[in-house]
């Protein structure tokens, strides 16, 4: 009998700005195999904001509890609230056979990367420097201090691109998303992730699943 | 200055009569990036071939200075006649930046992954041997004897997939051009084959090229 076949582990990261959320969510929309991480928080729901699906509204007690007994594949700590990726949530997915999407800051997609190896990471990256502060800017939900503390914080993340293995620059948004569909897509059709044709065929395997 | 880009090699291989010159025809038409390696051979040209473009048409002794002199990637025999692909025009297409596609049995796509560990290796499967002894009788080229040792040669063949990066399906033809194409566009986007963008952040890069 064939095994289940497992997800993978898909990180998106990048800088603030960089349009990393609407590319998820566009990617989600369009393919049914995906399954999105519901981050944990311990704020308070916004008007509109359902429990389990946009987050998991949690205590910090709770919180602390899940980073104590590993539960958290990784979190930070943004202006006193605290957010995270519980594990359980993820590895459900992954044993379903759904690919999990992980949109995240920097930091928390190295911690990622770190516990997935094989891990499809993804860095988004702006048309240029002159570009990603005009779109910081033109959100208009922040103040000029706010933009030069983000634009900061971009030049800082975008050093860090080299941890991923694909680089994708939003430059027209049509073409980012379809860049990142084609890697999802590339990556099923990796040998190490298709067990089952080689099981099909008797082929043995000699690589373990590794990139 | 930003230095040239150089191309990568991209290797499809798999058994006779799966339709991998098909899917090749079909992804180089819509990739001007793409170049064809035009093989070398000791046959003589048929009607309505064009030397240079179909094949390149040299004799046996200068495709054994060739051999002798490291200047084929890989070749083979069959009945009587030489194949090969010559070192050469491979590596000007590379330096050129041009992706260069190699379709190519699955002894010589041996030799061309040990030459280029970098390459990335797409192996087209049938969705069954069913199917594939179809295709290859439904050819009406062949007679008996000749899909029998043909059929037998693809079982060969087909264990030896686990050689290959990528394993692609040819049930629907769209579905596969979709999946090599798909492959392609995301081996371009990996942090390896993008130093320019890498330079034009100054983002250092710690691995070197491979995969």
């Given at each position: 009998?064939m095994?289940?076949?497992?997800?993978?582990v898909?990180?998106?990261?990048?800088?603030?700005?960089?349009?990393k959320g609407?590319?998820v969510k566009e990617?989600?929309y369009?393919d049914?195999n995906?399954a999105?991480?519901?981050?944990?928080?311990?704020?308070?729901?916004?008007?509109g904001?359902?429990?389990g699906?946009h987050?998991?509204?949690i205590s910090?007690?709770?919180f602390?509890d899940m980073?104590n007994?590993?539960?958290?594949?990784?979190y930070?700590?943004?202006?006193g609230?605290l957010?995270?990726t519980?594990?359980?949530?993820v590895?459900?997915e992954?044993?379903?056979?759904?690919?999990?999407?992980l949109?995240?800051?920097?930091q928390?997609?190295?911690?990622?990367?770190?516990?997935?190896?094989?891990?499809v990471?993804?860095?988004?990256l702006?048309?240029?420097?002159d570009?990603?502060?005009?779109?910081?800017?033109d959100r208009?939900?922040e103040?000029?201090?706010?933009v030069?503390?983000?634009?900061?914080a971009?030049?800082r993340e975008?050093?860090l691109a080299?941890?991923?293995?694909?680089l994708v620059v939003?430059?027209k948004?049509?073409?980012a998303i379809?860049?990142?569909q084609?890697?999802i897509?590339?990556?099923?059709?990796q040998?190490?992730?298709?067990s089952e044709?080689?099981?099909?065929?008797?082929?043995s395997?000699k690589?373990?699943?590794?990139?």
């Open positions: 009998m095994k289940n076949k497992r997800g993978q898909i990180v998106i990261s990048g800088p603030s700005g960089v349009g609407t590319i990617i989600m369009s049914p995906l999105f991480s519901v981050s944990a928080t311990t704020r308070a729901p916004r008007v904001e359902i429990d699906r987050y998991h509204f910090r007690e709770q602390n980073i007994s590993g539960d958290m594949l990784e930070a700590e943004y202006g609230t957010y995270g519980p594990q359980k949530s590895e459900k992954l044993d379903d056979g759904r690919d999990v999407i949109e995240i800051d920097t928390g997609a190295f911690q990622i990367i770190k516990k997935f190896p094989d891990a990471s993804i860095f988004i702006p048309p240029s420097l570009e990603l502060k005009k779109r910081l800017c208009g939900t103040n000029e201090n706010s030069k503390i983000r634009f900061g971009a030049e975008l050093s080299d941890k991923f293995k694909y939003n430059d948004l049509e073409d379809f860049d990142v084609c890697i897509r590339a990556s099923r059709l040998k190490t992730n298709r044709i080689l099981e099909k065929y008797n082929i395997n690589d373990k699943r590794s990139e």
